[in-house]
């Protein structure tokens, strides 16, 4: 009997190391192919304030920089700031704020938080689906992309403006 | 129960030590100075430092939970392998002596860092005498596999030897059956923790 229940609990042991491998297996596939669609920009579109369906290119002739965010985030807010304070420095780049929550918590986040008055600012709701391809699993993250498509960085968390202009000047 | 409050005791010193004057502000606006501004840095202490009396306070209760843990699969172990019973109190004395090894590796990292003064927070967090990571270089090493690499090192193995020693007593002195339990109960016990951690670190990278 005893030498039963200790294959029992070795078995448990191994179907939980087991789970857990084939969990991680997962994990890094889906890690290898979000790496492989973050390296390049592939082109989406979002929905603005004004326009349904706005694309997004791979090329361009300025670099991009996408700061992903939720409006309930004290660093997205905090980052949304700093952008709205330094956005003279940001003049060369295309500047995207995307979130996948409604719009109309998205335009009310943009004029609590001064982005609403900056001109050329592209601010707007990014479909659920789009967004997972970045791997977006935390609040802010940035990605600054070169004219051509390549990712030139990415950031976790808030980060300051020359942290991102050192990347496209 | 000495040995424990001795041991508690010990781990917030060091952990007073290593706060205080390893992890320096300097280090700290280093690692965050390529990221942040220095206010959003200043703020960041701030707010690390009204909260770091939590820090000491959580540590008896994560000890008391560690030694807990382990004695409650050794004490499993025990009661499949054994035909006598025995109590889970005799064996808390067994886990809480061989678990003083783990404080080897941390005087040791205190000395190092105490007398070679240029190093990074990455240094320290990885600092790891005779773990299997000191054979790659942490920088090049997937987040999610630095834990694992961390965690098998020589304290580990020798741990087991200690725990099974300790309890060779509840086996008539028969060394390798006493380890032949610990590595099954604690050693699997174990392992299935490195590999909850390596999948909740794959999740949250």
Known sequence: MRKKIIIGVLLVVAGVLAYL????????????????HVAFLQPFEFNGFLEENVPVKSKSTQAKVFFFFNTECEHCQAEARLVAKAYEALNKVDVYFLSIEPL????????????????????????????AKFGINSFPMVF???????????????????AITKYIN | MRLQVLNIIILVILSYYLKNYLVTDEI?????????SYSQIEQI???????????????????????????I?????????????????EIVPAVVKADML???????????????????LEDLQYFMPGALLNFFDPSLVESWLLYPLQAFNIYE??????????????????????????????????VVWVVFLMFLSINLS
């Open chain 1, 104 to 131: 109309e918590n998205i335009q009310k986040f943009a004029k609590d938080y001064g982005l609403a008055a900056l001109p050329d600012i592209n601010i707007g709701q990014i479909d659920a689906h789009e967004a």
């Open chain 2, 45 to 71: 202490l701030s707010r690390q430092n009204e909260w770091v009396w939590l820090g000491y306070a959580l540590i008896p209760f994560i000890y008391l939970l560690k030694i807990g843990l382990i004695t």
């Open chain 2, 28 to 36: 700290l606006y280093n690692l965050y100075d390529t990221q942040l």
């Open chain 2, 102 to 120: 783990f404080l080897i590796p941390a005087f040791i990292k205190i000395i190092w860092f105490t007398f070679n003064v240029d190093y990074t």
């Open chain 1, 21 to 36: 491998g084939q969990a991680i297996a997962f994990k890094l596939q889906d890690k290898k192919e979000i790496e492989a």
């Open chain 2, 73 to 89: 699969c050794v004490y499993i172990g025990l009661f499949l392998m054994l035909p006598k019973k025995i109590k889970f109190r």
């Open chain 2, 157 to 190: 193995v020798a741990f087991w030897f200690m725990l099974a020693y300790q309890l060779k007593e509840f086996f008539e002195d028969d060394f390798q059956a006493s380890f032949k339990t610990v590595a099954l109960s604690y050693g699997s016990s174990f």
């Open chain 1, 144 to 162: 600054i992309y070169a004219p051509g498509g390549q990712l030139l960085k990415s950031y976790k968390g808030e980060v300051k403006i020359e």
